[in-house]
């Protein structure tokens, strides 16, 4: 019994040793092919259906999106043709700033709107060639969706346009807004809006008071003039206006006037001189003008270049310093009690003052 045994294992080993090199041989005589595409009809259905789906939710939440575009449109046409409303030039350009900035939002959400739509169309051509062939119905979904997408974009389009003429208009509109007729500096002086168009201009409504030229000393650093200066304002109350002051006293003190305020400040010329006069005619005092004397006699021109003598222009409305009211000629170092300065600024300088104030968020 155990040699039958031993041999029918041996012959089982024999057997199983010459399948496994057959198994080996015909491996490696034939290598395997690739193996076929499998294909599965209900994923492929499956997935034609979502890609249908995900694009048709798509172009819903598309459709109210629009309709939530147009209402801001339609909003914003509304306070166009209102904006000019307001009951003075503040409000009237605080809405305008209102109506500017929802036309920026508005325009940024059609840029947005237009690129999410461009790519659902993409998506929609790329889907139609899976639709063509196993769906009629989904195709027919398709192009019912690529006509609402291609609708909206037309409507956004010409709406866009409207949306850059009302810019257009709205910044003509604020340009022409006259500019406020007062303001306050930053050092408490008021100016007052004198003249129309480009010859407009702000001078400030009183004399500079001693006040405000004893700070400007302050600022000084020391050096001799320093106490010639405070010589002309001691003794004086600050509310009172500052005079005995000379020419170049006075155009450096506009200077450093400007860049405490932050916009040009500087003496009047000859022809805002004239209107500055005109506005306060009871004003008995000169003040100093940035212009330069020109004398009117051929002879006393020639004696100035002769000495070679620099006159500039002051104004008296009351002839206190001047045979007759008006312009005169005075040597820029003189000092007298009854010469004083205004300081003017363009127009441009309220205009701006007034964007700052609209601009500055409510405390």
Not at 65 to 72: D, G, P, S, T, V
Not at 173 to 179: D, T
Not at 199 to 223: D, I, K, N, Q
């Amino acid at each position: 019994m155990l040699r039958l045994a031993i041999a029918t294992a041996h012959a089982i080993l024999i057997l199983t040793a010459g399948w496994v090199l057959v198994g080996t041989d015909a491996q490696a005589q034939a290598a395997p092919s690739a193996a076929p595409t499998v294909t599965f009809r209900a994923l492929d259905e499956h997935e034609r259906r979502q890609g249908l789906n995900d694009i048709l939710e798509r172009v819903s939440a598309e459709r109210d999106l629009r309709r939530e575009e147009h209402r801001a449109y339609i909003d914003l046409q509304t306070a166009a043709q209102t904006v000019h409303q307001g009951a003075d030039g503040d409000e009237i350009l605080r809405r305008s700033l209102a109506l500017s900035e929802g036309l920026e939002q508005l325009t940024a959400r059609f840029g947005e709107g237009r690129l999410r739509r461009l790519a659902i169309l993409d998506r929609i051509q790329a889907e139609a060639g899976r639709q063509a062939a196993a769906s009629s119905d989904g195709l027919r979904l398709l192009r019912e969706a690529d006509r609402d997408l291609r609708q909206m974009l037309a409507q956004q389009e010409a709406q866009a346009r409207r949306l850059v003429q009302m810019r257009q208009q709205l910044t003509r509109f604020v340009q022409a807004i006259p500019p406020p007729p007062t303001f306050t500096t930053r050092e408490g002086l008021t100016m007052r809006l004198v003249g129309q168009g480009s010859g407009a201009f702000y001078v400030s409504t009183a004399p500079v008071t001693v006040g405000l030229f004893r700070r400007f000393l302050s600022a000084l650093p020391e050096h001799p003039d320093r106490q010639a200066w405070a010589g002309h304002a001691a003794s004086t109350a600050d509310e009172a206006p500052l005079t005995g002051v000379a020419w170049y006293e006075a155009r450096r003190f506009s200077e450093w006037l400007s860049g405490r305020e932050g916009f040009e400040c500087r003496l009047p010329r000859v022809e805002e001189a004239r209107a500055i006069a005109a506005l306060s005619p009871a004003q008995p005092l000169a003040f100093w003008s940035a212009d330069a004397w020109t004398p009117p006699d051929p002879a006393e021109r020639r004696d100035l270049k002769r000495f070679a003598l620099s006159l500039v222009t002051a104004w008296d409305p009351q002839a206190n310093l001047a045979p007759q009211p008006g312009a005169f000629g005075e040597v820029p170092w003189a000092r007298y009690p009854d010469l004083t300065l205004y300081v003017v600024t363009p127009s441009q300088t309220g205009v701006a003052q007034r964007w700052q104030r609209l601009k500055a968020p409510t405390p």
